[in-house]
C-alpha cells in the first residue's frame, strides 16, 4: 500500500542447505509470531517481502531463480497473489493446514495496506463479505495447486459443514 518499510534478507547456510529469512524488526522483533492488533499488515509485508525477495535470488543463491513457491496457511496466501503480476513463470501451491484461521480483515485492507483496490480482479477475489478481505481466499483463488495436511482433510473442507465458508472455492478446484 502506502508504507515503505525496511527488508533485509539473512541467509544461513547450514550443513549444506540455504535458509533465507526475511528480516524487519518493527514487524518481527516481538515475543510471538502472531495474534497482534497489525497482524494482517505484518502478514501482507511477510508476502510482499517474498516475491520481492525472488528478483534477488540468482545472486544471493549462485544462479538459483525459482521455479516453484509453496505458501502455507493465512500467514504466507497472499504472495500468490502478489505473484500472479511479475511472475507468470512461477508455479504456486498453497497448503491449508488449518481452515479455521484465513486471515480475515476490514475492506480497508484491501487499498491502505495490500495496494490492490484499482485491480477488480484482485478486489473480487479477494472480498469475503460487504466489509471484508480473506488472504486465504484470495490464495485458493490465485494458486496454481492446493494441497491440505492429509487426503481425509481435504476431502472434509470441501464441504459446508468443515469449509469454513471457503468450501465453495475447493469443490470448484
Given at each position: 500500500?502506502?508504507?515503505?518499510?525496511?527488508?533485509?534478507?539473512?541467509?544461513?547456510?547450514?550443513?549444506?542447505?540455504?535458509?533465507?529469512?526475511?528480516?524487519?524488526?518493527?514487524?518481527?522483533?516481538?515475543?510471538?509470531?502472531?495474534?497482534?492488533?497489525?497482524?494482517?499488515?505484518?502478514?501482507?509485508?511477510?508476502?510482499?517481502?517474498?516475491?520481492?525477495?525472488?528478483?534477488?535470488?540468482?545472486?544471493?543463491?549462485?544462479?538459483?531463480?525459482?521455479?516453484?513457491?509453496?505458501?502455507?496457511?493465512?500467514?504466507?496466501?497472499?504472495?500468490?497473489?502478489?505473484?500472479?503480476?511479475?511472475?507468470?513463470?512461477i508455479k504456486?501451491?498453497?497448503?491449508?493446514?488449518?481452515?479455521?484461521?484465513?486471515?480475515?480483515?476490514?475492506?480497508?485492507?484491501?487499498n491502505?495496506?495490500?495496494?490492490?483496490?484499482?485491480?477488480?480482479?484482485?478486489?473480487?477475489?479477494?472480498?469475503?463479505?460487504?466489509?471484508?478481505?480473506?488472504?486465504?481466499?484470495?490464495?485458493?483463488?490465485?494458486?496454481?495447486?492446493?494441497?491440505?495436511?492429509?487426503?481425509?482433510?481435504?476431502?472434509?473442507?470441501?464441504?459446508?459443514?468443515?469449509?469454513?465458508?471457503?468450501?465453495?472455492?475447493?469443490?470448484?478446484?
Amino acid at each position: 500500500g502506502w508504507r515503505n518499510e525496511y527488508c533485509g534478507i539473512e541467509r544461513l547456510n547450514h550443513l549444506g542447505v540455504d535458509y533465507l529469512f526475511i528480516d524487519n524488526e518493527r514487524y518481527f522483533s516481538r515475543g510471538y509470531p502472531y495474534g497482534f492488533f497489525d497482524d494482517g499488515e505484518r502478514f501482507a509485508f511477510f508476502s510482499k517481502a517474498i516475491v520481492e525477495t525472488l528478483q534477488y535470488l540468482p545472486g544471493v543463491l549462485n544462479g538459483f531463480t525459482c521455479d516453484v513457491l509453496h505458501c502455507n496457511d493465512w500467514h504466507t496466501a497472499m504472495a500468490p497473489v502478489f505473484l500472479r503480476p511479475f511472475y507468470q513463470n512461477i508455479k504456486t501451491v498453497f497448503s491449508i493446514h488449518n481452515i479455521a484461521f484465513q486471515g480475515q480483515y476490514s475492506a480497508k485492507v484491501l487499498n491502505d495496506i495490500l495496494g490492490l483496490a484499482h485491480i477488480p480482479a484482485a478486489a473480487f477475489q479477494l472480498t469475503c463479505g460487504p466489509d471484508a478481505v480473506n488472504y486465504m481466499q484470495g490464495a485458493l483463488n490465485y494458486t496454481d495447486a492446493i494441497t491440505t495436511v492429509s487426503p481425509t482433510y481435504a476431502e472434509e473442507i470441501k464441504t459446508g459443514e468443515f469449509g469454513e465458508g471457503l468450501d465453495g472455492i475447493l469443490r470448484r478446484r
